[in-house]
């Protein structure tokens, strides 16, 4: 799967990112990494010249609720709709459900495993091939965690 | 296939007006190994490619950045194809040349795209040919392919451009190897990056010196660049647009491209796995199996 890993907002922090997007490599997939501080604007750019399947959202500055749901709703406005999205770093419990609600299929805070993300995007994959839908706009209710 | 033809018709005429997204999923299906197919009344190419090669960390994508502003300052639009090699043990690849490329995702003039070299059994030089013919007759005016050259394979991806700078850095000696393999005698222009670091001079002095032995008059102009603190790069620019590239260089991309053409179809050639194998068992011998390759 192709995937765009972007740190978006300020947040100058991308030992995590960097973990994923290496692992993640060595799990198969072409990751595209966009290297720090990138606007809400600038990620759906790269998504779509990219022609990414994925975007992996790492933020631990605590502005998630204002970046992640801007990311998802630019997504959707520019028809890249089937886009998934995921996201990991510090997300409070309590902001999770608003995160899935806005589309965002899975949350990986500290501690999770790398070998359970390349798990997610497996099934991610096997939905994709039954024309089930991973992106922002499926209000089909999956996701992983 | 039918399907194939007439969605890649409408995903054409969309990308032509003007749409990225389009373009975008277009270029995918190239890199996945689909015809394009333009109409037939297409003008041809237009645009000018940059080949952009060197070392690892001699700071291509950095320049690359500051090119990107040179031609946006002058209202020109440019599409970057940026070659990474893929990991031969997963087959996965990590794309980083976009984080160096600070101006790259502003703006509609410029358009970046990463490639891996992986999932293509002939290699990526017949989707990449493809590639440039779409961008240029989606207008793009400025295109760069940027490769990491440190071998054979990468100097027959970046013979598909008309223009080719080497970039090295200060102290690196990493030239020479660029001698062995052969990448010097196709570039256009040899960029010594990092002129702010010691050292810069001397290195642009011994390579100077050392093409100096060849024919002056159509070896390769040297010059001295720093892409981080952005001096050199109108110097750089103006050769660009106004070197020209000798006959006999033409000729040495050609027989590039041809080759790597020609290799591209021996791997993708649906019987070679089959000759590998009677090859292996004894029952065909290798003149036998040429002569079957090229039937």
């Given at each position: 799967m192709k995937i765009v890993m972007a740190k978006p907002g300020?947040?100058?922090?991308d030992r995590g990112a960097k973990v994923i997007a290496r692992s993640l490599r060595d799990g198969g997939h072409e990751v595209v990494y966009t290297g720090l501080r990138r606007t809400p604007e600038e990620i759906s750019r790269i998504v779509m010249d990219e022609d990414a399947k994925a975007l992996g959202l790492s933020t631990l500055s605590g502005a998630h609720d204002v970046l992640v749901p801007r990311i998802c709703e630019l997504l959707r406005e520019t028809g890249m709709g089937h886009v998934m999205v995921f996201l990991g770093g510090i997300i409070p419990e309590r902001d999770h459900e608003s995160m899935l609600s806005n589309g965002v299929r899975a949350i990986f805070g500290p501690g999770s495993r790398t070998d359970e993300i390349l798990l997610f995007l497996d099934e991610a994959s096997s939905r994709v091939d039954s024309g089930a839908p991973i992106g922002v706009v499926g209000e089909d209710g999956w996701h992983w965690n | 296939m039918a399907l194939e033809l007439i969605d890649q018709e409408v995903l054409l005429r969309s990308a032509f007006n003007g749409n990225r997204r389009e373009l975008s999923r277009l270029l995918t299906h190239l890199e996945k190994g689909m015809k394009l197919n333009l109409p037939e009344n297409a003008p041809p190419r237009k645009s000018t490619v940059l080949g952009i090669t060197g070392p690892p960390g001699v700071g291509k994508s950095t320049l690359i950045g500051r090119i990107i502003n040179y031609w946006k300052e002058r209202n020109q639009n440019v599409a970057v194809l940026a070659i990474d090699p893929s990991s031969p043990r997963s087959g996965g690849a990590l794309l980083g040349?976009?984080?160096?490329?600070?101006?790259?995702?502003?703006?509609?003039l410029v358009f970046v795209r990463s490639l891996s070299t992986g999932g293509h059994p002939g290699g990526i030089s017949s989707s990449l040919i493809s590639m440039i013919d779409l961008l240029s007759y989606c207008g793009w005016e400025n295109i760069v392919i940027e490769t990491v050259g440190s071998g054979q394979s990468e100097i027959k991806i970046v013979a598909f451009a008309d223009k080719i700078l080497l970039v090295d850095g200060p102290d690196r000696g990493d030239i020479i190897q660029a001698e062995k393999a052969g990448i010097i005698e196709l570039a256009d222009i040899v960029v010594i990056n990092k002129?702010?670091?010691?050292g810069s001079t001397n290195a642009a002095e011994s390579i100077r010196s050392s093409l100096s032995f060849g024919d002056v008059k159509s070896s390769p102009e040297v010059i001295l660049v720093s892409a981080q603190k952005n001096e050199g790069i109108e110097e750089m620019m103006n050769l660009v647009e106004n070197c020209h590239t000798p006959d006999w260089r033409e000729r040495i991309k050609l027989k590039e491209r041809l080759i790597s053409l020609w290799d591209s179809r021996l791997l993708s050639s649906p019987e070679f796995n089959r000759i590998i194998g009677d090859l292996q068992t004894g029952s065909i011998s290798l003149d036998d199996a040429l002569d079957e390759l090229a039937r």
């Open positions: 300020l947040d100058g922090h | 040349d976009r984080v160096r490329m600070d101006s790259a995702d502003s703006g509609d002129s702010d670091l010691p």
